[in-house]
């Protein structure tokens, strides 16, 4: 008893230590109004965020313009620079003495502002952690991402990762959850797909449910695919189970052309069965393919019509083969 006791009151310590260090960067951050930024290491393993425009699949320009009230974040697979990227700099907007805005970027991405921005050296990762972690608790716009939530996502550190899994908690917003497993999943490599694993599978909400399975998927976890389908076998809500479907198509497993096929003949439910057919043309390679097998299969009636509708969407040439054939 006596140690638990010490362990549970060295936990609380480390927490109340966190804060004060968050608080006392606050403090440093909002000294006077305006931009400011800090450097800390970014996470290992994810290419660092960044702006771009593209036009068709070709990147035109590459920045971010920090006076724009518009914000989107993009990866391009491309950027070799990007990749070497091992420091992210945290920008702030100081209004009246708070922080309104946070962003963050890679350090190799140009940014544009008319502001002079007020560099802070030296901030400790997890002090920058814990700042942000509070903003987005103190956030009143509706967008957690507004004040931080992404920026704390790229943090190096398993202190990041445990913020993160905080944000998703139930004691918190609907919105803010979501994104904070989407962020899990996007920069945290195995151990965010182990925080949203266990809510996509025990969350009481079939909405959040269905939102971690999307988590999930964009996760590079190895396993990722494979509780997804586990999902997709058992979950209670026949919406959610076709979520799973969808997104097991968008993964590029070369597992999935059979495991959603094989669903419509062990899934009970009608509706079910009408979105996997649909998750059947989701899929990057095969689809046609899978569709007229579906055709010539032992399926029901409801779910060959379903196929013949989407392949008729198609229009391949496999497709156009195909009625040709029937129609004879």
């Given at each position: 008893?006596?140690?638990?006791?010490?362990?549970?009151?060295?936990?609380?310590?480390?927490?109340?230590?966190?804060?004060?260090?968050?608080?006392?960067?606050?403090?440093?951050?909002?000294a006077s109004d305006g931009?400011?930024?800090?450097?800390?290491?970014?996470?290992?393993?994810?290419?660092?965020?960044?702006?771009?425009?593209?036009?068709?699949?070709?990147?035109?320009?590459?920045?971010?313009?920090?006076?724009?009230?518009?914000?989107?974040?993009?990866?391009?697979?491309?950027?070799?620079?990007?990749?070497?990227?091992?420091?992210?700099?945290?920008?702030?907007?100081?209004?009246?003495?708070?922080?309104?805005?946070?962003?963050?970027?890679?350090?190799?991405?140009?940014?544009?502002?008319?502001?002079?921005?007020?560099?802070?050296?030296?901030?400790?990762?997890?002090?920058?952690?814990?700042?942000?972690?509070?903003?987005?608790?103190?956030?009143?716009?509706?967008?957690?991402?507004?004040?931080?939530?992404?920026?704390?996502?790229?943090?190096?550190?398993?202190?990041?990762?445990?913020?993160?899994?905080?944000?998703?908690?139930?004691?918190?917003?609907?919105?803010?959850r979501e994104q904070a497993l989407f962020?899990?999943?996007?920069?945290?490599?195995?151990?965010?797909?182990?925080?949203?694993?266990?809510?996509?599978?025990?969350?009481?909400?079939?909405?959040?449910?269905?939102?971690?399975?999307?988590?999930?998927?964009?996760?590079?976890?190895?396993?990722?695919?494979?509780?997804?389908?586990?999902?997709?076998?058992?979950?209670?809500?026949?919406?959610?189970?076709?979520?799973?479907?969808?997104?097991?198509?968008?993964?590029?497993?070369?597992?999935?052309?059979?495991?959603?096929?094989?669903?419509?003949?062990?899934?009970?439910?009608?509706?079910?069965?009408?979105?996997?057919?649909?998750?059947?043309?989701?899929?990057?390679?095969?689809?046609?393919?899978?569709?007229?097998?579906?055709?010539?299969?032992?399926?029901?009636?409801?779910?060959?019509?379903?196929?013949?509708?989407?392949?008729?969407?198609?229009?391949?040439?496999?497709?156009?083969?195909?009625?040709?054939?029937?129609?004879?």
């Amino acid at each position: 008893m006596r140690q638990v006791t010490l362990l549970a009151a060295t936990a609380a310590l480390g927490l109340a230590s966190a804060h004060a260090a968050g608080n006392e960067l606050e403090s440093r951050v909002t000294a006077s109004d305006g931009l400011v930024a800090y450097s800390v290491p970014i996470v290992s393993g994810v290419q660092a965020p960044c702006c771009f425009t593209i036009h068709g699949s070709t990147v035109t320009r590459k920045g971010c313009n920090l006076d724009g009230r518009g914000w989107s974040l993009t990866i391009d697979n491309d950027d070799r620079q990007a990749a070497l990227d091992d420091t992210l700099t945290v920008y702030l907007r100081v209004e009246r003495g708070q922080i309104s805005r946070v962003r963050a970027v890679g350090a190799s991405c140009p940014v544009q502002t008319a502001s002079t921005v007020r560099w802070i050296e030296s901030v400790d990762p997890a002090s920058s952690i814990a700042m942000l972690s509070s903003l987005v608790d103190r956030n009143v716009t509706g967008d957690p991402d507004d004040h931080g939530l992404d920026a704390l996502a790229y943090h190096a550190g398993t202190a990041a990762t445990r913020s993160l899994a905080m944000h998703a908690e139930p004691s918190h917003r609907s919105k803010e959850r979501e994104q904070a497993l989407f962020w899990l999943g996007q920069t945290r490599g195995i151990e965010g797909a182990d925080v949203i694993e266990r809510y996509a599978t025990t969350d009481a909400d079939p909405q959040l449910r269905e939102h971690a399975i999307f988590a999930l998927s964009q996760s590079k976890a190895p396993d990722a695919y494979a509780h997804i389908l586990a999902i997709a076998h058992r979950d209670p809500a026949g919406h959610v189970r076709s979520q799973a479907y969808f997104w097991l198509a968008q993964m590029d497993d070369e597992r999935a052309k059979d495991d959603i096929v094989a669903a419509l003949k062990s899934e009970s439910s009608d509706e079910v069965r009408e979105e996997v057919v649909f998750a059947i043309t989701q899929l990057e390679d095969g689809a046609d393919e899978a569709l007229i097998a579906v055709l010539r299969g032992d399926y029901p009636r409801a779910v060959k019509k379903q196929a013949l509708f989407w392949l008729g969407e198609s229009g391949s040439p496999k497709a156009m083969a195909y009625f040709d054939e029937a129609l004879k």
